[in-house]
């Protein structure tokens, strides 16, 4: 489907004349394709999938690029790094910047873009930070509702929402979504790292993933500006043959973490803040994720 949509964006950048009838039918089958993915685009978009634990991060199609050239990353919703790339659709987007040592550049699209993410990238690391507005979803059931908040270390939640005396037929909550991806732009080491965007929660990578020999990535999360202490981290391992191991992990008192990596390896970061949602808005709970995803080079 991404090469349908890209095939059809290359059409729209330049004039066609005097097209012939065979182009005019391939133009117009190229159309409604890309139609119908925008249509499904929408639909995964803003509706609530059957399992709500599902991850929303960013992937670039690579980690590492020269410098001045296009940085491509896909937003995908799944599970275990596998999933379905989002298209571009500006009332999905609150915030899509590129962070670097030159400082923070915003980042636009065009409606149905795949991928969604395009950025000239900069020397150095290059950080893309993604921010969602609010989306709104009901439970299928109480057991879904259990699951989750027991599954992402809040099982708190369940005994709270007893205690409420809140129906168990109609969970409802409210969710946004805070990720980011480290791609390299060039070769040079570079002093510019990572830091806190001012999202309501995420993490900030305290190491480059293409440092020589990494044994561990160093990670910080914070919510609302403060180190997280004893926050549950979901770590999703793939190796080079597309396996995925998943592992968890405990913030310290800092809101620190270690994550044991190998070379090769892609790695997606997961944490989630679950809180009683405020009375106007109108549901029961809110989630806000934070999702870190980066590379570690062969060696």
């Known amino acids: 489907m991404s090469a349908i949509v890209g095939m059809t964006s290359c059409a729209r950048a330049g004039p066609i004349t005097k097209p012939t009838k065979a182009i005019d039918k391939m133009n117009a ?3 409604l ?46 599970e275990k790094l596998k999933g379905l790339d989002l298209a571009w659709f500006e009332n999905r987007i609150d915030r899509l ?83 980011k991806a480290l791609v390299r732009g060039g070769t040079a080491q570079t002093a510019f790292v990572d830091g806190v965007t001012a999202m309501e929660t995420e993490f900030v990578a305290l190491n480059d993933p293409h440092e020589p020999n990494l044994a561990a990535m160093q990670v910080q999360l914070y919510y609302q500006d403060r180190p997280r202490a004893g926050a549950q981290i979901e770590v999703f391992e793939r190796d080079g043959a597309g396996d ?42 809110e989630s806000l994720w934070a999702a870190l995803t980066f590379a570690i080079p062969e060696r």
């Open 97 to 179: 910047e590129r962070h670097d040592g030159g400082g923070v550049t915003a980042i636009t699209g065009r409606m149905g873009d795949v991928p969604a993410v395009i950025t000239p990238a900069a020397e150095g690391l290059n950080v893309l930070v993604y921010q969602s507005p609010p989306s709104t979803l009901k439970y299928d059931s109480w057991e879904k509702f259990e699951g989750f908040a027991r599954h992402k270390d809040h099982a708190w939640a369940v005994a709270t929402h007893e205690a409420r005396g809140w129906s168990r037929e109609d969970v409802t909550e409210i969710y946004t979504r805070h990720a």
């Open 29 to 31: 089958a190229l159309t």
């Open 244 to 285: 995925v191991a998943v592992f968890l992990l405990k913030t310290d008192a800092e809101g620190r973490a270690a994550v044991p990596v190998d070379a090769g390896h892609v790695y997606l970061l997961d944490a989630v803040v679950l809180r009683e949602a405020k009375p106007e808005a109108g549901v029961m709970w």
């Open 33 to 78: 394709a890309n139609m119908k993915y925008i249509v499904l685009s929408l639909f995964l978009s803003s509706a609530a999938l059957p399992a709500f634990s599902h991850e929303l991060w960013l992937e670039p199609e690579k980690w590492q690029v020269p410098v001045g050239t296009e940085i491509r990353a896909h937003i995908r919703n799944g």
